[in-house]
């Protein structure tokens, strides 16, 4: 895939952010998570957790005491901060401060797994002795010191997000509620959701590794209410990535806005398609979320080493047309799924789930891959200290195929486009698939006719690939603001994919006679 | 522990007060629990945490924000409360945004909702790897399955709240979980999966960790075999365990800030007969060992039973502090608490041999609805009703149409409440819904 990597480049380049806020406003910068610690600190990190290299080598070695192939200490401090503009003004702010330490031990395929918000030594190593209640051996020897590994250079900001104050966010608000309500006479209402988060990181490991990321958040979302003819119409558009506050270009927000209302307008003109199996054009973009559903969940290795999913005898066979690869990539710059490196402290780089249609690689956590005999991909997330990672996607996405949009378009005599989307979910095990789209078109004899909306599509992942018979040359991955909720736990993700046509698929819509 | 807790909540009202607030509201709550993973016979994972947090509104200068934190050190709190200060009158101003008044939290329902099991706190290891095999083991009695996961959850949790305004309380509830999910060889590549977890506040409750397993692979194999669906105009029987999750859409924007802000199709219905007669919900807070059960809601309202629908009437609408000042109606409550969905007299059998020919809908897949139009499209599974009696597996279906019109051809309604939910909904039967498949 040509990764159309932010355009507005130079914008961000400018640097203009300035600390205009007193530094009690400005957010969690001016206070470390905890009291520096006695000792020397010895990295910014072990600093910022108040831990230096002998607390940690002691944490870790009540953590090993009953033995282990594989332990973590994921210290984590998250502070998000998020404001809301209704009804023209913005009278709500939520901010919430995440600070703990989640252990983890590993025997075999046994996890043992315990946290605690309190980052003081004896808070510690009573999780510490709670977590390695699963194992029974012999106490390992645990590293004497940490290896810093390098920092990332996948989402380097110039202010971070402690940094700016209200005062240079309320504006912005601001400007997208007035742009967007000048839009169209018939908006009712308009409201403007802000959400910016600083996440900091420190893994250590059982390897003697330590891992440290600083991983920056920003989502800002617009929801439009219409009226006409008493008839009322809700539509919303999101932008989300790892950046800084120069990332919201008026541009931006412009292009954000005129996306909101135009999702909005067309629902009043829109109808239901006609039920039932039909081809189906997915557009570049937010249509990757068929990807993440038709193959990346059933990839998860995890569901692979247990033989519960579809994809579980498939490694090596020809799963799709040769001119479709899929990918699975945390290093591509800025994205909400980006990663430097993984919640085990595994660099998080590319993964090719498909080549040329042949099935390639599960995404691995360390466990699978220590089954498998692999190296980890780098691909072991967690929502938070609260949680054991497990295999996640990051920017999952189709490269380019050989053909256009407008070949695919005169290709179908009677189906859909489908252009935006709510959500998705997966049945690992049978495959089958759905996705929830929120507007779209009707094609008819080559040509795009009337707009459609709220369908859900089904289709089963394995026959999806297979019938994914042309592939366009307009790859792009979706700026909105994706989360992915397997078991329970929520992270960051993107997707794109190239405009493609899917020879057949089931849209919820209505039975004509 | 509700005593410290209690002071700690106060201890923060008071330094908010200090830092600058005219009004704030703490709650501090803390959580024990406990989970074992358990895999073809083998455990798994054990995960054992005890978790504590603090969350607070505060009011200054008729602005208002709300804030949370797991770090719980007081040097610390004080840094960020004073922050916490300082965002709010950065705000801008909001007449609507007042502390809950003293009116709404007087007269506090004394009902013993016996939430406590003492039973939970004597849980031991040994029980729960007890537990474990013998789920495991239940659970994979076919020679079909690929893997099982079982897994036992429970723990208990605290919280208290204070006012400026005078404020007090404290809640506590325990839990006990435990299920399995089960995967099957199917055919070609596919696996047929489901499966079951039972739960509750009390350990006596619960039914045997045998029979659970047993649930778990009785519905696992009732997938087999599944083909696509038909795409058809049909009955659709929504079985209890499935009903609870359609109710919780229709009920989605059924409160005072969806209307507020124009997008909730339930605008206007209050008084309205807007749905078919046969559907009734209350949300009760004060049911015995109830899932959602409660003494106060999150903004410290008065718990008291709130009729939403009554025989396809709407009474009442989920309705906060803020949203209802700024809608012109009355708070009730805003947050929902254990739904209880009207029934019928028939059995799930009686349902089916009254429908004669259908679709049995057992679970949901994706899909979702719009809050304004009220406009749906759910992916389905279940199985085709033939002479009255459920027929073959099908899956890869959706269901499409507009809540209010579905919930308007409710036509018949089971006696059959699925228990494990804090919707207790019985099996719903609709006619003339649109299902798109092969």
Redesign the interface.
Known sequence: MRIKRREFLGHMAAGSAVVT??T??S??GV?T???VSEATPENPFMSWFGVDQATTARVMSELTANGADAADLYFQHTRTNS?AL??G????????????VGLRVVVG??????????LTLPSMLAAAR??S??ASGARVTPPQSFDPAGAGEMYVTTVPWADV???QK?PILKFVDEKTRALDPSI??V?VYWADADERVMIATLGGKLVTDHRPMTRLTV?V?A?KNGE???GYSNIAAREDFDWYTEERLLAMVQEAVDRTMIQFEAR?PP???MPVILASGPSGILLH?AIGHGMEADFNR?????????IGKEVAEPFITIVDQADIPNERGALNYDDEGNPAGRTVLVKDGILQSYLHDEISAKQYGLQPTGSGRRESY?Y?PMPRMSCTFMEDGPHTREEIIEAVDHGIICETY???????????????VKNGWLVEGGKVTAPI????????G?ESLKRITMVANDARLDTGGWTCGKNGQSVPVSQGIPTVLVSSM??????VS | MSAELQNKAIQAVEMLENAGADDAWATVSQSRDVEFEYRDGALEKVKDTTSQGLSVQIYVDGRYSSHATTDLNPERLQGFFAEAVAITRALEPDEFREITPPYLFAERPTTHLDLVDQAVFQIDRDQRLQWCEILDASARDNDRVISATGGVYDGSQTSAAASSNGFRGTQESTYCWYGSSVTLRDYGDRRAEDGFYAGGAHVSTLPAASSVGHEALQRALSRLGAEQGPTVKATMVVDARAAGSLIGRLLQPANARNVQQEQSFWTGLIGEQAFSDKLTIIDDPLIPQGLASRHYDAEGISARRLPIVENGVVRNLYVDTYNGRKAGMDPTTGSPSNRVIGTGDYSLEALLAEVGSGVYVTSWLGGNADSTTGDFSLGVRGHMIENGKLGRSVGEMNVTGNLRDLFSRLELVGNDVYPYSSTLAPSLVFTGVDFSGV
């Open positions: 806020m007193p009690f406003l957010g969690c206070q998570a905890t009291a404001l209704e009804d003004i913005v009278s709500s702010a939520k901010s919430y401060i995440e600070q703990g395929e046994q996890t043992g797994y315990a946290f605690t918000e309190d709670t977590s209640a699963i104050g209200i005062d309320l009712q209402k409201a929801v209410t009226k009322l119409q809700t239901r039920a039932g199996e559903e247990k033989g519960t999913s579809i994809y579980s005898d498939m609260k054991a709510t959500n998705g979910q997966v049945q690992i095990g049978a495959g089958d698939y759905t996705f929830y909306k709220d369908v859900n599509i089904i289709g089963n394995p089931t849209v919820g819509g209505e039975n």
